[in-house]
């Protein structure tokens, strides 16, 4: 594909995108005024505090979500009238467009919006035990794990269908080294960081040396994978993903209560009776778990897991139970939008949604340091 | 020993250990350029070297191999592992931090992405056109990572630019993977470059970068005794009357002059600038200007072993310079990170 593939974007999507972009941001700075109200909530066995923000946060963007995923339906490459794409979605499944809307869209959407959650809340879990915000998966080399393997099986030409699965094993293995390096008399955040930071440069050169060694046409493929795309997700994906968000979930629910006694320092967490080595061994596997699935699925995308759990930390406050599921939708919604984006922008060429997930996640934590910085 | 102390009033522990750690550094990059022009796929013998630099005899298969391929990148490594060492051993004296390094400050980053801009907007296709952009990119970059830091009160702290550095870093490696995928042309002319290797050029890269890093390298050992000075801790620094704003300042620029001409003549090359002063540090302790010395002297030394161990490796394939250096660097990361010394960073 040469450069003159691609067209300036017109002057409405552009409107379109600045408007939607200042509209999100006023959005953000007006919910950072809502009042945490906390409430609890009692039943015979179980009690907990609720922050009615945090529901109602969840609220909008969950129904933000919807009408983005929506709007996902409608819109493509492939011109269908109006309305007649959801319909078809939904109830009338052997409509006229099927297969445009029901197994390309639809598909690429829900993927979109799991992958987004996975991604997202693993960047939650990894902030939050190690104490960092510039500390997620695409940092510390896990999603390099996860590509280098999958890089190796598109170079060699090997079947496909095992590319998930070499995903998934790279980006185990690379969270078992990591944290087996760090190891020494328990682990720190961060020699985990800088050990990670360490792998990930090694994993890096693991793959240059792929793409140097093997011939042009196998490595563009594994160039193509490797920005992190949703072309061609299909229905198996988004399987894989609702699979693995209802193993992971749960205990991620359990763990987040665990962790905040674990952000008080160790110390004082094991005085509280918490083993916390071994709590810290479950969160690390749980949120790298999220981040292999997701690399598996739609490649070592960047920014989602550093940028989200950011954004709701601001807005929302520390990470809870409730916090993470905002995250988690936030991230859906941040993908899912950055996805709309890729393929509208310089359309009919659709672009890569790690371009836009960097583009955008670039420049705003640039400038959320420039920021932090100013504060004393 | 005590009476050299006399003798030698500019070395300040009053010890030889600096002069003879020097020499020895001496003799391992003359032994490293030497064995870089003999080895390889077409065995060379000394006579035949010596012949092709002072005896040239353009018949001779084996001259010309020496002359034409191993002596320029021969040159090209001593110049880039130099310019390498003197900016991680600046960088890490400026920033206090033991990790400092030109990959860091997303100098790599910012050359790799103007290259591959270069090429695939401009179509800029040979070398000498494009070591311009690389090392525009790289000052770029490097000076956006450096005023960002410096941003706020307390000026430019560790985290803060390692901060801006891994991000600004994070951006521009997707663009630049973008932009490989929008055109197959551009990845596989850009691909060799990007894993950072010294084959294929030729020396007009360093003929036309050779002023700016003499002066470069001449300033970096000029700095030696105001980063000595900084290593007090600012507060101290200030109150000794040294102007600690003006420092940072020159240190900065030196570093990335001195960081960017590296990735331009050689593609981005990890870990030597970070590997390197860390290894000078533990032989003559914490005086940066002997640091910078013995950096100038390994660096090049360091490079060339890896250089010729990715020759010998996967012979009579090559492995490029930069994987070696990550391969053998990553794992010295990573000591260092468990090692005691680092344990309260």
């Not at chain 1, 029901?102 to 991604?119: D, I, K, Y």
Request: net charge positive; glycine share 10%.
């Amino acid at each position: 594909m040469r450069p003159e593939a691609i067209t300036a974007p017109s002057p409405v999507t552009l409107a379109v995108l600045v408007v939607s972009i200042v509209a999100v941001a006023v959005l953000i700075s007006f919910t950072a005024v809502l009042e945490p109200s906390p409430r609890s909530l009692r039943t015979k066995r179980l009690s907990m505090l609720v922050d009615l923000r945090v529901v109602r946060l969840c609220g909008g963007a969950s129904a933000l979500l919807v009408l983005l995923t929506l709007l996902g339906l409608e819109i493509g490459e492939y011109p269908i009238p109006r309305f007649q794409a959801i319909s078809t979605a939904f109830w009338d499944r052997a409509g006229e467009y099927s297969f445009v809307v029901n197994s390309l869209r639809f598909p690429r959407v829900v993927t979109a919006v799991l992958a987004g959650f996975c991604l997202a809340s693993s960047g939650a879990l990894f902030q939050t035990l190690l104490n960092n915000p510039l500390v997620s998966p695409d940092v510390i080399g896990i999603n390099t794990g996860a590509a280098l393997c999958a890089v190796f099986v598109l170079a060699i030409g090997a079947d496909v269908g095992l590319l998930p699965w070499a995903a998934f094993a790279g980006a185990v293995v690379t969270a078992g080294t990591i944290y087996l390096l760090a190891w020494k008399k328990g682990i720190t955040g961060n020699r985990l960081v800088l050990v990670g930071i360490g792998i990930n440069a090694l994993l890096a050169s693991g793959i240059t040396y792929l793409m140097v060694k093997f011939p042009i046409e196998q490595v563009l493929a594994a160039a193509r994978w490797q920005a992190g795309s949703l072309f061609g997700a299909s229905w198996s994906d988004a399987w894989t993903l609702t699979v693995a968000i209802a193993c992971l979930t749960p205990p991620a629910w359990i763990l987040v209560r665990r962790l905040r006694l674990i952000q008080l320092g160790d110390d004082m967490a094991s005085s509280l009776g918490l083993r916390v080595e071994r709590e810290r061994t479950a969160i690390i596997l749980v949120a790298s778990g999220y981040a292999a699935v997701a690399v598996a699925v739609i490649g070592p995308l960047g920014f989602v897991a550093l940028l989200v759990p950011h954004i709701v930390r601001l807005v929302a406050g520390p990470l809870t139970g409730g916090t993470l599921v905002l995250t988690g939708v936030v991230g859906a919604l941040f993908l899912l939008a950055c996805d709309l984006i890729a393929q509208q922008l310089f359309a009919p060429t659709t672009l890569p949604v790690g371009v836009i997930t960097a583009a955008l996640g670039g420049p705003y934590f640039l400038f959320i340091l420039v920021r932090y910085n100013r504060a004393p | 020993m005590a009476y050299l102390n006399a003798s030698k009033p500019d070395n300040d522990d009053g010890s030889l250990r600096p002069i003879g750690w020097a020499l020895l550094a001496v003799t391992l990059l003359g032994f490293a350029s030497i064995c870089s022009l003999l080895v390889g796929p077409v065995a060379v013998d000394l006579g035949t070297a010596w012949a092709a630099l002072f005896a040239f005899d353009s018949e001779d298969t084996a001259q010309i191999v020496v002359r034409e391929l191993r002596l320029p990148r021969t040159l090209l490594a001593i110049a880039a592992g130099a310019c390498l060492a003197a900016a991680g051993s600046i960088t890490q004296g400026v920033t206090r931090n033991p990790l400092g390094g030109p990959g860091i400050l997303g100098i790599n980053a910012g050359a790799a992405f103007a290259m591959v801009t270069a090429i695939h907007g401009l179509n800029i296709l040979t070398p000498k056109g494009y070591v311009w952009f690389a090392f525009l990119g790289a000052v770029a970059a490097g000076t956006l990572v450096y005023g960002v830091a410096r941003v706020g009160p307390g000026g430019i702290t560790p985290v803060k630019l390692a901060l801006a550095g891994a991000v600004l870093t994070a951006l521009l490696s997707a663009w630049t993977s973008t932009l490989l995928l929008l055109d197959e042309e551009t990845l596989d002319e850009a691909r060799f470059w990007l894993a950072g290797s010294l084959t294929g050029r030729g020396t007009e890269e360093i003929r036309l970068l050779f002023p700016l890093i003499l002066v470069a390298v001449g300033a970096a050992l000029l700095l030696g005794s105001s980063l000595n000075t900084l290593s007090l801790g600012d507060e101290a620094a200030t109150s000794l009357g040294q102007r600690v704003g003006v420092v940072r300042l020159w240190s900065g620029l030196v570093s990335v002059v001195l960081a960017a001409s590296a990735v331009a003549i050689a593609g981005p090359i990890a870990f030597v600038g970070l590997a390197v002063p860390h290894i000078a540090r533990s032989l003559v302790g914490p005086d940066y200007r002997w640091i910078t010395v013995l950096g100038l002297l390994f660096g090049p030394s360091l490079l060339l072993m890896a250089d010729i161990l990715g020759r010998i490796v996967v012979s009579p394939q090559e492995l490029q310079v930069g994987i070696v250096t990550s391969l053998v660097g990553a794992p010295f990361l990573i000591f260092l990170v468990r090692s005691k010394r680092l344990a309260e960073l």
